[in-house]
């Protein structure tokens, strides 16, 4: 995609020359005779490089330049003609990516202006590279779900929020009922199967608040912010039920179908992270002892 220019400078004839110097080079060109006028085409436009003179009418460009860099996503190339009136310290402190003086040569302009645009490009590969290394580091490789370190993680969060604004929060375990005699049956490549298609039958049923998570081999737990227990039953009711109808058979094995056991409980102010958790699990325990595809739900504070 073509690069955006944005050229602001009072006088007429060098930002037309710059204008047109810049759309000749290839680039995409905008200009803007003052400060105010330059942040009315950011509103509008993605621009990736500012070319700014300091002095402006009204706000001047390293005012512009440290706008730009609080609020917007721009790199700046600032210019002047008075050297000894303000330096590349200076300019460079407020946000600009590099600084020229005037007269400015077109060519040298334009080697600085490719430079600048390739460090943005590499700067924002960079930036995509560390938030899909950080998406691999919560996630679970096989289901995509989020991975238990994760679970962990937003739960201490989820509960810390609880607390503080006394909001509901509420906590289902489940677990592939039999899935161990499948495994033996068919194998682990089968069986990985089997998660892949739960994972996906799980985000199906949840609410755009909720988050599921692959807790062990074939446990799965979600978190259900602002929910309290009744609600959490509904959602848990509306899994297994989604789980069980589904059809997971492949072509390989057939009519396979799945069931799965869920212990639904909710969190009590100032509790323990284990103590919140072992009670899901005791509910999902309890659901496996009255015959599995079940739901189980313990809303009191007390394991027994």
Same mark, same amino acid.
């Given at each position: 995609?073509?690069?955006?220019? %944005?050229?602001?400078?009072?006088? =007429? +004839? &060098?930002? @037309?020359?710059?204008?047109?110097?810049?759309?000749?080079?290839?680039?995409? *060109?905008?200009?803007a005779?003052?400060?105010?006028?330059?942040?009315?085409?950011?509103?509008?436009?993605?621009?990736?490089?500012?070319?700014?003179?300091?002095?402006?009418p009204g706000?001047?460009?390293?005012?512009?330049?440290?706008?730009?860099?609080?609020k917007?996503?721009?790199?700046?190339?600032?210019?002047t003609?008075?050297?000894?009136?303000?330096?590349?310290?200076?300019a460079?402190?407020?946000?600009?990516?590099d600084?020229?003086?005037?007269?400015?040569?077109?060519?040298?302009l334009?080697l600085?202006?490719?430079?600048v645009?390739?460090?943005?490009?590499?700067?924002h590969e960079?930036?995509?590279? %560390?938030d899909?290394?950080?998406? =691999? +580091? &919560?996630? @679970?490789?096989?289901?995509?779900?989020?991975?238990?370190?994760?679970?962990? *993680?937003?739960?201490?969060?989820?509960?810390?929020r609880c607390?503080?604004?006394?909001?509901?929060?509420?906590?289902l375990l489940?677990?592939?009922?039999?899935?161990?005699?499948?495994n033996?049956?068919y194998?682990?490549?089968?069986?990985?199967?089997?998660?892949?298609?739960?994972?996906?039958?799980?985000?199906?049923?949840?609410?755009?608040?909720?988050?599921?998570?692959?807790?062990?081999?074939?446990?799965?737990?979600i978190?259900?912010?602002?929910?309290?227990?009744?609600?959490?039953?509904?959602?848990?009711?509306?899994?297994?039920?989604?789980?069980?109808?589904?059809?997971?058979?492949?072509?390989?094995?057939?009519d396979?179908?799945?069931?799965? +056991? &869920?212990?639904?409980?909710?969190?009590f102010?100032?509790?323990?992270?284990?103590?919140?958790v072992q009670?899901?699990?005791?509910?999902?325990?309890?659901?496996?002892?009255?015959g599995r595809?079940?739901?189980s739900?313990?809303?009191?504070?007390?394991?027994?």
């Amino acid at each position: 995609m073509t690069a955006h220019i %944005l050229i602001v400078d009072d006088d =007429l +004839s &060098i930002r @037309d020359a710059m204008h047109e110097f810049i759309e000749m080079s290839g680039y995409v *060109s905008t200009v803007a005779s003052s400060a105010e006028e330059a942040l009315d085409v950011l509103t509008t436009n993605s621009v990736e490089v500012v070319i700014t003179d300091i002095m402006l009418p009204g706000m001047d460009g390293l005012a512009l330049t440290d706008h730009i860099k609080r609020k917007g996503d721009s790199d700046v190339i600032v210019m002047t003609g008075y050297s000894t009136d303000y330096s590349y310290e200076e300019a460079i402190s407020k946000g600009a990516s590099d600084f020229v003086f005037k007269p400015v040569r077109f060519e040298e302009l334009l080697l600085r202006l490719k430079r600048v645009l390739k460090e943005r490009s590499l700067n924002h590969e960079r930036i995509r590279m %560390l938030d899909e290394l950080k998406k =691999l +580091s &919560i996630t @679970d490789g096989l289901t995509q779900l989020y991975n238990s370190r994760h679970f962990y *993680s937003q739960l201490k969060g989820e509960i810390e929020r609880c607390n503080r604004y006394e909001h509901k929060l509420s906590l289902l375990l489940l677990d592939i009922d039999n899935f161990k005699e499948y495994n033996d049956s068919y194998g682990h490549l089968e069986g990985d199967k089997i998660l892949v298609r739960l994972g996906r039958v799980i985000r199906s049923c949840l609410r755009k608040m909720d988050t599921a998570y692959r807790y062990g081999g074939e446990e799965f737990t979600i978190i259900l912010p602002d929910t309290d227990g009744d609600e959490a039953r509904t959602v848990a009711e509306r899994l297994r039920t989604a789980v069980s109808s589904e059809d997971f058979t492949d072509g390989s094995r057939p009519d396979v179908r799945i069931t799965i +056991s &869920i212990g639904v409980t909710q969190y009590f102010q100032e509790e323990k992270i284990a103590s919140f958790v072992q009670r899901a699990d005791q509910a999902m325990y309890r659901s496996k002892q009255a015959g599995r595809n079940k739901v189980s739900c313990i809303f009191d504070n007390s394991i027994s």
